[in-house]
């Protein structure tokens, strides 16, 4: 079982399933060369890919192109299925700091031929994970600004306010599908600036007013 912790709170929470939107930024759904969807693309990493903050994430041998991405991490609180967008903001437990660790490489293949993109994103090590703050300590998911270091150096910079689906629609999006449980997580999608990391660098994720997230990078 993979636990992640609540600050203030002392307790653990035992994660589910992580389930994470693509090109949810118009800014980066550009900078790749997609089209911004009509509905959310929604993929799935099982928990076992977290990484906690101070560890190390392990880019694998079939891949020599990995992406950094900082996303918004939403904790869910309690079970829905259909959730009404007005009320999805009353089934968020906590907010914290995430990578979304793509093979870009891997994932360009992949997209090539129509095949799904689990061993590009749901990697192991593919999710570091902060600890989460409690949803009552964020007065507005829509007004944080989030910024990723890589060795001390600014690759990305970017507000929440700039979400195509904000987090109320992608609860209310994604719960259509899957139904949420406590402890799932929702990722949020990633402002624009994405590029590599590579063998020995220190990535830096920061969202002011939830947390600071610190990662090593080794190359397998
Ligand atoms: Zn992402």
């Avoid at 939107?21 to 009509?38: C, S």
């Avoid at 994103?121 to 593919?126: H, I, N, P, R, V």
Wanted: aromatic letters at 4%; a negative charge; one cysteine or more.
């Amino acid at each position: 079982m993979h636990c992640i912790s609540m600050q203030d709170r002392h307790q653990n929470v035992a994660v589910g399933k992580i389930v994470c939107v693509a090109r949810n930024y118009a800014e980066h759904a550009r900078e790749l060369g997609n089209p911004v969807p009509d509905s959310a693309v929604l993929f799935i990493k099982p928990a076992g890919t977290i990484v906690a903050d101070g560890g190390t994430v392990l880019i694998p041998s079939y891949s020599s192109d990995c992406h950094h991405e900082i996303e918004l991490a939403v904790l869910i609180g309690r079970t829905g299925k259909a959730i009404a967008e007005a009320e999805a903001l009353d089934f968020v437990a906590g907010f914290g700091v995430a990578l979304d660790l793509t093979l870009r490489d891997v994932q360009a293949g992949l997209k090539a031929k129509g095949l799904p993109w689990e061993i590009a994103k749901a990697f192991d090590t593919s999710c570091p994970l902060s600890a989460f703050v409690p949803a009552a300590a964020v007065a507005d998911p829509q007004r944080l600004r989030l910024r990723l270091l890589v060795n001390g150096e600014v690759r990305q910079e970017g507000t929440t306010a700039d979400m195509l689906r904000p987090v109320a629609r992608l609860i209310s999006e994604a719960s259509t599908y899957f139904t949420l449980e406590a402890g799932d997580i929702l990722l949020t999608g990633t402002p624009s600036g994405v590029g590599p990391i590579r063998n020995g660098d220190r990535l830096e994720a920061t969202i002011e007013g939830v947390g600071t997230l610190r990662v090593d990078v080794r190359q397998c």
